[in-house]
């Protein structure tokens, strides 16, 4: 199955995971370490370690501390995990989820 977006697109772009975001893009911005973002977080070195890793996915109670974090809201990194989540869930059923029969018994949106 293809998301709107990719079909829009024409591409298939594996979506960035969130602790990717926070590896490459947010911790070097404020310049701050691995280290002292667990601390002001929160959180262990090794929680943010693994998030940053790729190994562990965005909680709704990490995605509030991260909102809160980097002033964007925890519903940008809810977003972001779930577009990631439901990309790799999308390719791991494969023919699997296209033998469902599709129902419309509502308007999708």
């Known amino acids: 199955m293809i998301t709107k977006r990719a079909a829009k697109d024409g591409v298939e772009r594996r979506p960035t995971h969130p602790g ?3 590896r490459e893009d947010a ?5 701050l370490s691995a280290s002292e973002a667990a ?7 090794q929680t ?3 998030i940053m890793a790729e190994k562990v996915s965005i909680t709704p109670e990490m995605a509030a501390r991260l909102g809160r974090f980097c ?7 809810l977003r972001m ?3 990631y989540d439901l990309w790799h869930a999308e390719r791991e059923l494969g ?3 296209e033998r469902i029969p599709v ?5 999708a949106a």
Not at 103 to 107: E, F, G, L, Y
Request: avoid cysteine; hydrophobic fraction near 40%.
């Open 71 to 77: 002033g964007n809201g925890p519903g940008l990194w």
């Open 39 to 45: 601390r002001q977080l929160g959180v262990t070195r």
């Open 48 to 50: 943010l370690h693994r």
């Open 20 to 22: 990717a975001i926070l």
């Open 95 to 97: 023919a699997e989820l």
């Open 103 to 107: 129902h419309r018994t509502w308007s």
């Open 81 to 83: 995990r779930q577009a």
């Open 27 to 31: 911790l070097p911005t404020l310049g």
